[in-house]
């Protein structure tokens, strides 16, 4: 009887430990909004070795300004561990394309992407949090060489890539409001800064 007792309260003891565990793992809001800014991402990858293959053909390039990959994601937690949600991201730039230094067009490159993500929260403290994300989607392209010349009419290009992102560590810190980081690589850069809210 007392060996009955003594499981029964081990096994009382054990449900109210796991209920605590997850009361406090439902504290954590479970939605959240993302903004960010990176570098290096796959887009502008892409445009460094278009740079370095029209240079070794005799044309160069003269940055006018680019800005991106600016981030946008929302992600919703199905579990302590997993939340689910969606990436967007925007990169462009705008240069003038010379041969022999002299300015013969305008190049435009813009790049829309949306992915479906996955985020791995392993760490999931008050104010502090570290995690890993995976994204992949598709990424609408947008190229227009516009010549100097301007009885010359513009070249349009027009194209869908497979993109992603794989985030291998993420450190966020704050309460409602947190400021993160990120080391990666894809279309949201090898390095990502932003804020994120949590509701």
């Known amino acids: 009887m007392k060996k009955l007792l003594l499981i029964s309260l081990c096994a009382v003891a054990l449900m109210v430990a796991n209920s605590a565990n997850a009361q406090s793992d439902n504290t954590f809001p479970k939605n959240e909004f993302s903004v ?25 390039t003269k940055d006018k300004f680019s800005f991106g990959p600016i981030s946008a994601e929302y992600f919703r937690r199905l579990s302590p561990v997993i939340a689910v949600g969606a990436v967007g991201v925007i990169t462009s730039e705008k240069r003038d394309l010379l041969y022999k230094d002299e300015k013969y067009a305008d190049y435009t490159s813009s790049y829309y992407t ?16 570290l995690y890993s994300k995976l994204a992949a989607g598709v ?23 497979f993109n992603f992102q794989a985030s291998m560590i993420g450190v966020e810190v704050g309460t409602t409001l947190r400021g993160f980081a990120e080391i990666g690589v894809g279309e949201q850069g090898l390095i990502l800064l932003g804020l994120r809210y949590r509701f």
């Open 36 to 60: 960010s800014y990176g570098a290096a991402s796959n887009s502008q990858w892409i445009d460094f070795y278009s740079d370095v293959i029209s240079t070794a053909l005799g044309v160069t």
């Open 114 to 129: 949306l992915m479906p993500a996955v985020k791995f929260n392993w760490l999931r403290k008050e104010k502090v949090g």
């Open 139 to 161: 990424t609408f392209t947008s190229n227009n060489i516009k010549d100097a010349d301007k009885t010359v009419s513009s070249d349009k290009d027009k194209d869908l890539m």
